[in-house]
Structures are given as C-alpha cells and as structure tokens.
C-alpha cells in the first residue's frame, strides 16, 4: 500500500469531516485538484508551504482507494507529487495527527510510511 500525506489547518480539516468531503484548501481549488506529497516529500512541503504555520494535521492517505482520480504528476524540482482530481471522503483517512512546530520552527512529522 502506499499512503500520500495532507498536511491541512486542523480547522479546514474538522470541517471537512464534519461536511463528509474535503474538496481542498484555497490552493487546491485555484489549481483544480487536491495536492498530496509522499512521505519522502512532506517535509519539504511543510518547510515551503507552512512555514512558522502552527495548529496544522497531517492527514495519511492510501493511494490505492482513489483510482485514477490520482495523478502522479511533476512538480517541485521534477519530482512526481500525487494530485487528487476529485473530492476527498475524509473516512479514508488512515490517520490525522497534530503537526506542532519544534522549537526551531521547523515541524514535528511523526513517522511516515511510504
């Protein structure tokens, strides 16, 4: 199996839950899809995307369950990012977990499977 991360503002996300769907943060939408990163990535989206952003989740993903919806797609430095061109059902989350920041700035990951 492989899970691709969201690193999301803790209140999108409840209200994603809440809703039954996730269709994607301001970035998402303005781009038409949902942007995910693999474990390999995440740290480097957090740094880029989130810096000194406090009160986030990280949301783990089985990639499997999303079919073709999921594009493998380049992006930052040619890498292949998983891009979700449909709404997510936040039941298939395998896990949220808070995503604090350090006492150097940088974000606290827990560890992540590829």
Same mark, same amino acid.
């Given at each position: 199996?492989?899970?691709?991360?969201?690193?999301?503002?803790?209140?999108?996300?409840? @209200?994603?839950? @809440? +809703?039954?769907? *996730?269709?994607?943060?301001?970035?998402?939408?303005?781009?038409? *899809?949902?942007? *995910?990163?693999?474990?390999?990535?995440?740290?480097?989206? +957090?740094?880029? /995307?989130? @810096?000194?952003?406090? $009160?986030?989740?990280?949301?783990?993903?089985?990639?499997?369950?999303?079919? $073709?919806?999921?594009?493998?797609?380049?992006?930052?430095?040619?890498?292949?990012?998983? /891009?979700?061109?449909?709404?997510?059902?936040?039941?298939? @989350?395998?896990?949220?977990?808070?995503?604090?920041?350090?006492?150097?700035?940088? /974000?606290?990951?827990?560890?992540?499977?590829?």
């Amino acid at each position: 199996m492989t899970t691709i991360y969201k690193i999301s503002p803790r209140s999108e996300w409840e @209200a994603a839950v @809440a +809703a039954g769907t *996730f269709t994607g943060a301001p970035v998402d939408l303005k781009d038409g *899809f949902i942007h *995910f990163s693999t474990a390999d990535q995440a740290m480097e989206t +957090a740094a880029k /995307h989130f @810096a000194g952003m406090d $009160d986030l989740v990280l949301v783990a993903v089985p990639a499997e369950p999303l079919g $073709d919806a999921l594009k493998w797609e380049v992006s930052r430095g040619g890498a292949l990012f998983p /891009h979700l061109y449909v709404p997510l059902d936040p039941a298939l @989350a395998l896990w949220v977990k808070p995503l604090p920041l350090g006492p150097d700035g940088a /974000h606290l990951f827990p560890e992540l499977q590829p």
